[in-house]
């Protein structure tokens, strides 16, 4: 169903009908939130006066103002509905949804930063320096004697070093 604004020719009228709308939206607002008793003072006090004063106001015979009024009502009535369904909606959003993606979230990237601290790829390999030349043993080493002692870790990797690149040369 289209709403929209009666035609009306003459601008005090106009304003009239204004306040009419809005009475009735302002009672039918409060009576959705059961605030019954001010929903029942601005239907029986403003909304009244302001139908009369309204009606008094246009040149329109009485069945056009009914039905314009009736149309108004039924306009307005689907205004609300949609304006409370969009607010539910909202609420509904607010109160679990996005704190039900909120949470989602912070788990995926959990997750992410668990995986990146594990993976491989991000574990540093150990950084060895090759020498440029192998370590030169001692003149008086006798080749089989140039084994090192095991907790001399730094000469133990020396003597690897240097039989790995005796038997790359050799090869």
Not at 67 to 76: G, Q, V
Not at 98 to 125: C, G, K, M
Request: with cysteine.
């Amino acid at each position: 169903m289209l709403c929209e604004a009666p035609n009306q020719p003459e601008a005090g009228s106009a304003a009239l009908w204004q306040r009419v709308v809005s009475d009735y939206r302002r009672a039918s607002l409060l009576q959705r939130q059961r605030r019954l008793a001010e929903s029942r003072f601005v239907l029986e006090q403003n909304l009244a006066a302001s139908i009369l004063d309204w009606s008094e106001s246009t040149t329109e015979e009485g069945a056009v103002k009914v039905r314009r009024l009736d149309e108004m009502f039924r306009c307005e009535l689907a205004r609300l509905e949609d304006a409370c369904l969009a607010s539910e909606m909202n609420h509904r959003l607010a109160d679990s949804l996005l704190p039900s993606l909120a949470e989602q979230i912070a788990t995926e990237v959990r997750r992410a930063v668990a995986a990146q601290l594990v993976s491989p790829a991000t574990v540093a390999a150990p950084v060895v320096l090759v020498p440029s030349k192998p370590p030169a043993p001692p003149p008086d080493a006798v080749p089989s004697q140039a084994r090192a002692l095991a907790s001399d870790i730094p000469s133990i990797i020396d003597t690897l070093f240097a039989q790995e690149l005796a038997a790359s040369a050799a090869a």
